[in-house]
């Protein structure tokens, strides 16, 4: 009994010693290998983006997944002229859907909850493509009425954030963050 319960102590602790591998080892890269990526790594990122917390549940947010050069290329457009873009495996565009918010949470839920829930589901969605070894890079410059043509978005649709995702061709620093004391306030 005490064994098992050390070993389950164990595990545990390897569980948050790579946890915070993970997060403290990710960073952007802006630059990528043409290659393609599985239908089942794809959708293993799609999953973990679902995993994420949301306003009552509801998910209000819409995953759009381009993978066509053309699309991509068409994106990359759309984002001011990022050109990397189009040589990543895949696009991820996260949509918030402030319909579905609002419906259960009126004017907070189609201001606030929708957009919070499509941009955490694209921060698992990051963690996610960089736990299976892949790169990435989160896109919020971009014309926001380019991406909905883009994507053909029915109306209602918000796109928030795009995660490009591919096989790295450059290998940046890890950047640096502010010390804790210029972001933590007590009372
Ligand atoms: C809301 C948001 C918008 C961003 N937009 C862009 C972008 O349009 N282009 C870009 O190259 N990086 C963009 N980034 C990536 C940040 O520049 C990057 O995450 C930051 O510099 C920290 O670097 P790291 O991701 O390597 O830790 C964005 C990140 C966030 C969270």
Redesign the pocket.
């Known amino acids: 009994m005490i064994i098992i319960s050390q070993l389950n102590w164990l595990y545990f602790l390897m569980l948050i010693m790579s946890f915070f591998d993970l997060i403290s080892s990710?960073?952007?890269?802006?630059a990528f290998k043409e290659q393609k990526i599985s239908d089942n790594v794809i959708e293993k990122i799609l999953t973990a983006a679902t995993r994420a917390s949301s306003a009552g549940n509801l998910q209000s947010y819409q995953i759009f997944v381009i993978t066509k050069k053309e699309d991509k290329k068409r994106l990359a457009v759309a984002?001011?002229g990022?050109n990397?873009i189009e040589n990543a495996s895949a696009v991820f565009v996260f949509c918030a859907d402030p319909v579905t918010s609002a419906r259960e949470y009126g004017k907070r839920g189609e201001d606030l909850y929708c957009i919070q829930d499509a941009?955490i589901a694209c921060s698992y969605a990051q963690l996610a493509a960089h736990s299976l070894g892949f790169a990435s890079?989160?896109?919020?410059?971009?014309i926001e009425e380019e991406v909905t043509r883009v994507l053909d978005l029915p109306s209602g649709l918000r796109a928030v954030?795009?995660l490009v995702v591919g096989i790295p061709a450059e290998k940046?620093e890890?950047?640096p963050?502010r010390p804790l004391s210029e972001i933590i306030r007590t009372l």
């Open positions: 990710r960073h952007s890269v802006r984002a001011h990022q990397f941009t890079i989160w896109i919020g410059s971009f954030a795009m940046p890890i950047t963050r």
